[in-house]
């Protein structure tokens, strides 16, 4: 027989020590649309409101994305690798904390003054306005929350088209940064996004006039797209980071930094080593090294089999047969690229190096996977050359280990690069554990450089004739 009394009692001790909130229905999202219309329609009503923030203000949003950051650096890293299946957790909460740090605020902007007989003349770091930004799977929340505070330090409110495959973290960064905004005493809706990006979404913000200013972060397809749409564009394109190391370097330091920093968030940064030129004195040394650290060295063998799993045949625009990555590979753990071609990789295996030809597709392809090719070089003339074409023109990243500054100069001057790092990681070039402010929006293309919130404003000239010279 059931006692109703005692069912009724023992309900009400289930539910008392139920976290109930963990059963509320889902929130909306703050800043997340349906569709692109509403998504502009909302971001422009916003902007006329934030237009009036002064720099106090916005300092003290950007000062909440910062505490908002650091506090969900986890949540997002987890999600970021659920939602993209790229990457590593550990890595991503490190970068979280990079951006909520080191992404400068509004001491970037500053105004040049000029005074005469003639009067005083200020030249000033204004807004854009609306500015539509494209951002990749790659780093998706921490580019989405480094451009927030870049462009909302800029006076500029933003609406963004995420890449597809990355929506879910994207919007939880977005729906972040709106928290951060209205704990901050500011208006909704400054930074939007729409819950399913896709071309048309995209085409559609491009092309709307209330946006002012495009920013594409990503490959070189959307990079291209964007700086024909005929508007102001900032460009952050595609990279393939050549490192060189020569006899001068501290072979055992360099092995570790390119092992690190090529092994970062499983290979995802576009900064990150992806081919190594290996002066041949001290290559083998340096390959030696390298498996102290956790690399696995290839045969010739398994070279063969591992360009069959991480490359595919696809017909280009001419109707020509060309090699391109396999996506499925992209920011995957080393030990699970090994597993396909049927090794078995101890534990601390973190890396795949194999020693190739300058030809090799490995060499060639930003392949965004913790794969470092090395190609033995006679000298470092003939290391810088290869370290150039390697490069293709991106003009984005590229590494030297040596203590020979004149190897430096020589090196830095024909590279031609956006970013030089010297004896470290990959990662102090955008300010890891090195000095310097970060960004994830680095652009090569169109010569921004580091971004900051300078690169997201225009400027504007301010007049006053025979007056205001006090001298
Ligand atoms: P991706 O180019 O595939 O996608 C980037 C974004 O562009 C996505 O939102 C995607 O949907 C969109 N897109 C792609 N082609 C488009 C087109 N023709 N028209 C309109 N939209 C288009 O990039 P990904 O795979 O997410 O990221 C990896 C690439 O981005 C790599 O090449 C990497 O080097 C580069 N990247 C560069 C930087 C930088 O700061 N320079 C930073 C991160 C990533």
Redesign the pocket.
Known sequence: MIDEKKVSQLVKDVLSEMDLSAIKPPRKQLGVFDTMEEALDAVNKAYTQFRKYNKEQREKIISEIRKLTHAEAETMAKLAVEDTGMGNVYHKILKHHLVADKTLGTEDLDTRAMSGDGGLTLVEMAPYGVIGA???????SC?VICNSICMLAGGNAVVF??????KRISAYAVDLVNRAVLAAGGPENVVVTVAN???DT??MM?NHPSVKMLV???????????LSSGKKAI??????PPVIVDETADIKKAAKDIIDGCTFDNN????AEKEVFALKGIADELIHHMQKNGAYLLNDRQIKQLEDVVLVWKENKKGEKVRVIN?DW?GRDAKKILAQIGVKADEDIRCIICETDFSQAFVQT?L?MPILPIVKVDNFDDAVEMAVKAEHG?R?TAHLHSKNVDHMTQYAKAIET?IFVKNAPSYAGIGFNAEGWT??????PTGEGI?SPRSFTRLRRCVLSDALYII
């Open positions: 494209i951002t990749p799977s790659t780093n998706p580019t088209n995420p890449h597809p495959h990355a990006p896709t071309m995209s085409n491009v594409a972060t990503g490959g070189p397809g959307v990079v291209k797209m964007l460009g952050a394109g595609a990279g393939n995802l940064p576009c900064i996506k992209v930003e965004m991106n984005h956006t960004t994830f929006t680095i652009a090569g971004t």
